[in-house]
T-cell receptor
Framework: GAGVSQSPSNKVTEKGKDVELRCDPI?????LYWYRQSLGQGLEFLIY????????KSGLPSDRFSAERTGGSVSTLTIQRTQQEDSAVYLC?????????FGPGTRLTVL | AQSVAQPEDQVNVAEGNPLTVKCTYS??????LFWYVQYPNRGLQFLLK??????LVKGSYGFEAEFNKSQTSFHLKKPSALVSDSALYFC?????????????FGAGTRLAVHP
């Protein structure tokens, strides 16, 4: 596709369940970022992957959050034992050179 | 601490009038500066960026932004607003030259253009 895609677009889960969010970056983009957008916190950086380098995990809010990027392309953000405060829109972006291009996001609702 | 400020939660403009959405930043070095727009239930769309060179940069949909180093500002402007410009606008800064770094976002400014 032409842009960054994310799935699912919406996810409703129960507190305590694990969820996986997927991001397909733009083909050829070498860097991939995850952000979280919530009412109280605005847009927050979570994690970034650049080529074969170790990811920058400095934005992950707790050890319940993890992410991986397989084959330098698709990335999965996993949230274990979800809490209600995890409810937010999770945005993925990929980068070629200077500009980050964002996907449509996954809206996560934890009941 | 590095930060981006968008002092106005909302900007109201009449269609056809010029608009300005303000952004100031507190980041060391020579950051890259960006504006993004978000329409309801959509992701962020890139509008424009400043890296170096001319302080006035032009972007998508007729928007432009002026970089002012002494005031550490990067205000978004458009000479004639359209109703379809109504959306949420985010200013963002990439703290280090090179681009491959996290973005620090402002809180966002909602632009409402009235017919």
């Amino acid at each position: 596709g032409a842009g960054v895609s994310q799935s699912p677009s919406n996810k409703v889960t129960e507190k305590g369940k694990d969820v996986e969010l997927r991001c397909d970056p733009i083909s050829g983009h070498t860097a991939l970022y995850w952000y979280r957008q919530s009412l109280g916190q605005g847009l927050e950086f979570l994690i970034y992957f650049q080529g074969n380098s170790a990811p920058d995990k400095s934005g992950l809010p707790s050890d319940r959050f993890s992410a991986e990027r397989t084959g330098g392309s698709v990335s999965t953000l996993t949230i274990q034992r979800t809490q209600q405060e995890d409810s937010a829109v999770y945005l993925c972006a990929s980068t070629l050179r200077d500009t980050q291009y964002f996907g449509p996001g996954t809206r996560l609702t934890v009941l | 601490a590095q930060s981006v400020a968008q002092p106005e939660d909302q900007v109201n403009v009449a269609e056809g009038n010029p608009l300005t959405v303000k952004c100031t930043y507190s980041v060391s070095g020579n950051p890259y500066l960006f504006w993004y727009v978000q329409y309801p239930n959509r992701g962020l769309q890139f509008l424009l960026k400043y890296i170096t060179g001319d302080n006035l940069v032009k972007g998508s949909y007729g928007f432009e932004a002026e970089f002012n180093k002494s005031q550490t500002s990067f205000h978004l402007k458009k000479p004639s607003a359209l109703v379809s410009d109504s959306a949420l606008y985010f200013c963002a800064v990439s703290p280090f030259s090179g681009g491959y770094n996290k973005l620090i976002f402002g809180a966002g400014t909602r632009l409402a253009v009235h017919p």
